[in-house]
């Protein structure tokens, strides 16, 4: 036969598991959405249509949510992990497992009148406003043998209204755009690092204490960065994340260049310089695209060129 | 001629205008969305193309960068009015003027370490995250003697973990829904309320106050109501808001109720009670649509139905 | 009490139903996305939260699914109209009903290769492949006396690419605008027309055949107006709708012009005139947004404004 | 310095280029979005913020417009390599190029009535209708030496209402699915495949034609694969690709499984079966996800893993 199977991998998408914890009258929440994929001994599916090495993805749903009732969720991480170990060690014909999630975060809401009578509680800790702003990703994968995991967020929008310029680059017949000495950096940024945790055999680190460090060290280097590009800017995220946290080897960053233009006003007699505090058109499409994995020296690049932009 | 013409109305729709204000080193945004929509004498522009009375869509967008330089940006509802009554008192043949805004909230990235080192600036304050949570609204519609102006937001997304119920509803050959003592409550909600300003003879509220007043009572609302349906709760964050603001004279609400169902983990030889902390499925489609107008007592309704679910 | 309640409704919106009719071995398919709104006693709901008055959103959502059974789906009105009906006359407590659906099309796909041979079936007539044009869409309202059928599509993206020009319209201080004499004219149009049946005492139109019927003459009126305004366009699509189908009374259109900008290449020693065929930047935002309401001469118009942009 | 730079690229993403072509009264649009990727000597850049080595993304969307006009779009792939060509060869510190391209197809608005008076033109051959269906997709590699051409399309949705059965797969503790033996099957295809052309030193394919017979043999499996699993039917079309063009040497898969699950009417006293004619409930989120590379045999596969999830 002149064509074979490569690669494949099968599961279920995207299951919408929302796991409420009851501390007394005290509610916490985890709002996840899984998605898993698994791969192994699956040509005969692909071949002849047998299922016999098939588990249904319906099967990998119900895991999903029977798993968060049986371990709960201490975080997005530790729960993949969970799920990936239970599918290729349960199913001889599942080789390799692969789970995906995204995380949205939910805040407390703040308390209301000092004054105010509660309905049916003196106190009551089980109202929450969704954050809306970045989405954490995690994403953990078992072969059987080694864990790799990675971490990320996207959708993180930032901006700075200053401290940004552009110049000193390429001309050529094509270029008309002007240099720039005091233009805003904003971005959404789409990142991913990589965890050098890969079996029990090493200590695992805090899950929800490296993201939250991670997210710090980034947007510090997005404050305390002059930037002369926004690659520099993603160069600065990505040494201080590998610098200072000796538990990821490797981070890789999709961002795009969101542009804010300054609008000409002169045809209407007026000035817009952006010292003054300046007018910008904020547009869509087309928007520079900036991507960049920083490694820790001596490691393995290992996450995908495409999968910040998943 | 059989046909005629009927309600019509043009502009520019979606001007992406983003104002920074400099403060010495104090940067501070606002990050609109602005659409133009006129209406007057316009049947010509219509009925041969005569476009003699016609204030061109690329007119009006340049107007809303110009203005927002001229007069900067205190508020939307206060831009909007700039923008509105500039329209009508300045063309002949345009009698009305609505300008629509969406609003989108930045805050301070927060503080970075203590003893870093800022590059170029002792102390920095131009550094942005997008908070990402609700859309903030402003409607402002001119006539040449009054305004309209109704604020709103969109996409709040909020959760009661507990103190809700559904039950004692109708029965009939379709119902199959079980009644549910303890079910999660989460919507996203969607509402516009109307002012009761409309003309420079009274006093002109604060815009800014009003709308930070308006979505502490619609929270406090959403957190104090033991529900028994959501129609209840949205009752209570209108009455609340009409009672306590007397700016306000009407307010409409659409809110999806976004279903998260128990999941049934019984095949499993799991519980799964609310009492004891439960997985739940958040569903996306179908969802209830529960939508409600709040008036106060005397007022006529001007909201109109469909406006929410823009 | 200060506060009244006005305007509510309430219902399961977005029900996905979708039903294969067999003909032998040949298969149909209707694919509706159905939203269901009712409204008439239900103060206690919102005041009380008593749900004694309240079909639950759950039972509106069975009917719809098992209506598609019992009496199939001939059109999406005709469909609503049995749905409406049973709400109003099965419910003492529900005095309206509103039932808004859209409509995905599919089609067959084409033969296969003439020597091809089916595996299980001499000839299979069950694959399908989704259009993807425009979205058709139904509203049927039925207060217990009379219906109001409006029928719609969303989302139909034509172009012409020459037979367009824009010019003589005002200059003021903000005009920077050229005149152009040959523009591309694209818009993505979303309308509503309204049929003048209202109840069974009236011989019912063929809906589908009303709705090609439409769309045609709406295409038509595009390919044949040389235009000067979108507007122009617009009351062209509106007249012949409503001089050529007797059974619809007006209609409303909204109609973002999808600006097309010849790109500007001298810079790069390149003309770029239309005549010779041109470059041209397909704009995101903003854009000028048309809309209006054509009406038969004598008749109300009651197509809510917004409805268009829904 | 422990960190090091790894992979990195940047460019315009999303340039949305429209080229009309006049053929006397005859017009033809091509319909684009293009994203150029960039790598070479970049360090700097993200080092020390020097921008010498750096060709801005505005100069290569000024690139895009520019030779767009100068070469005119026979294909995406065609163009693509043009463009491709011209960033590596014309600059010293480029050394790979990569272009996305997203083509979106329009089709002539068919014939008005045959009585009709067209205004300004005898004949008008300047109207089209987005067709709406698949977006066909192209990416283009150039490192100096050799192409890579991958050409695929995505949002291709499909349904067989019969024929497709899923049985005599894994049982374990978490099964709760029932087999089926007549289930619908549907999916929204996205697929690339990659041409074995790699230089001009070979015939270089008719990507136009490429593309038509590779969409004609993907629907052609689909209609004639009597389904036992989504896999097998993915394989079949994936081996006929192989088989029967010699131009391509590998294809890749993502096939969501669009649920359509039988709506359970029995508690309504109504049968609900496939062979009479169902009705079903088209589920958004979870879903299966099926991906798979098929190759010929001998070659290595290229297409990395989740690009056809982009």
Known sequence: MPTIL??????????????????????????????????GDLEEVHLSGSNANCLPTDTTKNTCFAFAKEYGIESAEQYGIHLARHFVDS?????????????????????????????????????????????????????????????????????????????????????????????????????????????????????????????KHILNAFVETYSLSLQQTLYQMGSRVINNRSEIDEIRFSAPNKHHFRQDLSPFGLDNEAKDGAVYYAADRPYGLIEATILRDGVDARIPVDMTNL
């Open 6 to 39: 490569g690669q494949n991998q099968y599961g279920k998408a995207e299951n919408r598991v929302v796991k409420i914890t009851r501390d007394g009258d005290t509610h916490h929440i985890k709002d996840l959405n899984v998605s898993v994929a698994l791969s």
């Open 91 to 215: 199913q001889p014909s599942i080789h390799r497992a692969r789970i995906r999630i995204e995380e949205y975060a939910w805040e407390r809401i703040a308390g209301s009148d000092a004054n105010s009578k509660f309905i049916g509680a003196d106190e009551v800790k089980h109202s929450f406003v969704r954050k809306g702003q970045e989405t954490r990703l995690a994403q953990i994968t078992y072969d059987g043998e080694k864990f790799e995991i990675l971490s990320g967020l996207k959708d993180l929008t930032v901006m700075n209204s200053t401290n940004s310029e552009f110049w000193g680059y390429i001309k050529d017949k094509y270029t008309t755009l002007q240099e720039d000495y005091d233009r805003i950096l904003a971005t959404s940024l789409s990142t991913w690092w990589r965890h050098n945790w890969t079996s029990d055999e090493q200590r695992m680190p805090s899950w929800e204490r490296s993201y939250d460090q991670v997210k």
